[in-house]
C-alpha cells in the first residue's frame, strides 16, 4: 500500500492540473462566499439569517471543482492508456484504487479547510458590516461556537466525501465528461427534480436522500427542527453515496480490462 501511495501522491505533484484545481476551489468557495455576504443585509433580510451557513455558501461551487478534481484522477489515466502503465505497476486493483481514494481525500480535506477557514473569515468581517450585529440579535460567526464550528468541520468532511463520491462515478464511467456530468446532475438537478415533484412530502424524502440536499444539512445553525434531515445524519447519507460509488467502481474496476 506504502508503493500505492507513493506513486499516486508523485502522479499528483508532478502534474500542473490537481494544483491549480485545488487553488481554484479555495479561490472560487472563498469569492462565492464574499460576494453572497456582500449582497445580503440585515434591511434586505426578510426573515432571519443562519449566518454560518450564510457563510459557506461558497461550498455549493466549490464541490464542483473538487467533483472534476477526483473524476480527473482516474479518467485522466484511462484517456491517456497511462492506467495500463499503472495496473503493470500495482496490479492489485482496489489497492490502487484505494491508494487514489486516499490522496484525493488527503488534498481535498487540505484545500477545503482553507477554503472553509476563508468563507467563515469572510463572514465574520463582512455580515457585521450588513447590519448583522448584536444589536440586532446577532453575534458574530465564530468557531468558538459549538454549532459553527460543526457547520465549518462538517463542509470539510463534505467536500471530501464528494471527492470519493466523484472518484468511485470516474472509476465506473471511464469517460471525464460523463462521469462529471453524472456527479454534477445528482448534485445540482437532484434538488431542482425533488423541488419539481409538486408533492411537499415527497420532496421533503428526495432531499433526505439527495447527497448534496443530505450532505449540507451540516451547515444549518439555526431551526433545526425544520430540515428535511439531521445535520450529523445528512453527512452520514453523503457517505453512504460515496461508499456506494467507490464499491461499485471498485467491483467494475476489478471486472474489466484496462
Known amino acids: 500500500m506504502s508503493r500505492a501511495l507513493h506513486a499516486e501522491w508523485t502522479k499528483q505533484r508532478t502534474v500542473a492540473g490537481p494544483a491549480w484545481l485545488l487553488l481554484a476551489t479555495i479561490a472560487l468557495t472563498v469569492a462565492l462566499s464574499v460576494i453572497v455576504t456582500l449582497a445580503t443585509t440585515y434591511a434586505s433580510s426578510a426573515a432571519a439569517q443562519d449566518l454560518p451557513r450564510l457563510s459557506l455558501t461558497g461550498v455549493y461551487l466549490g464541490q464542483a471543482i473538487v467533483a472534476i478534481l477526483a473524476v480527473m ?11 495500463q502503465i499503472t ?6 486493483r482496489p489497492t490502487m484504487l484505494a491508494a487514489k481514494a486516499a490522496i484525493v481525500t488527503a488534498l481535498v480535506l487540505v ?5 472553509v477557514l476563508g ?6 468581517l463582512i455580515l ?12 458574530p460567526v465564530s468557531l468558538g ?50 423541488h419539481l415533484v409538486g408533492s ?36 452520514g447519507v453523503l457517505a453512504a453515496w460515496a461508499a456506494a460509488s467507490l464499491l461499485a467502481g471498485g467491483v467494475l474496476l476489478k471486472l474489466r480490462n484496462a
Open 128 to 139: 457585521p458590516a450588513g447590519g448583522f450585529t448584536a444589536a440586532h440579535g446577532y453575534a
Open 200 to 235: 411537499q412530502h415527497l420532496e421533503r424524502h428526495l432531499e433526505q436522500i439527495g447527497p448534496m440536499t443530505a450532505g449540507l444539512a451540516i451547515q444549518a445553525t439555526t431551526n433545526l427542527r425544520a430540515l428535511p434531515i439531521a445535520p450529523w445524519a445528512g453527512l
Open 73 to 83: 484522477t482516474i479518467t485522466d489515466e484511462y484517456s491517456s492508456r497511462m492506467i
Open 145 to 194: 461556537d459549538g454549532a459553527t464550528l460543526r457547520a465549518a468541520f462538517g463542509s470539510v468532511l463534505y467536500l471530501a466525501l464528494i471527492g470519493l463520491l466523484s472518484l468511485g462515478i470516474g472509476t465506473a464511467v471511464r469517460d471525464s465528461a460523463v462521469a462529471i456530468g453524472l456527479v454534477l446532475g445528482l448534485l445540482y438537478l437532484f434538488p431542482i427534480v425533488a
Open 111 to 115: 484545500a477545503g479547510t482553507v477554503a
Open 119 to 124: 468563507c467563515m473569515l469572510a463572514g465574520r
Open 87 to 92: 495496473l503493470c505497476a500495482i496490479p492489485a
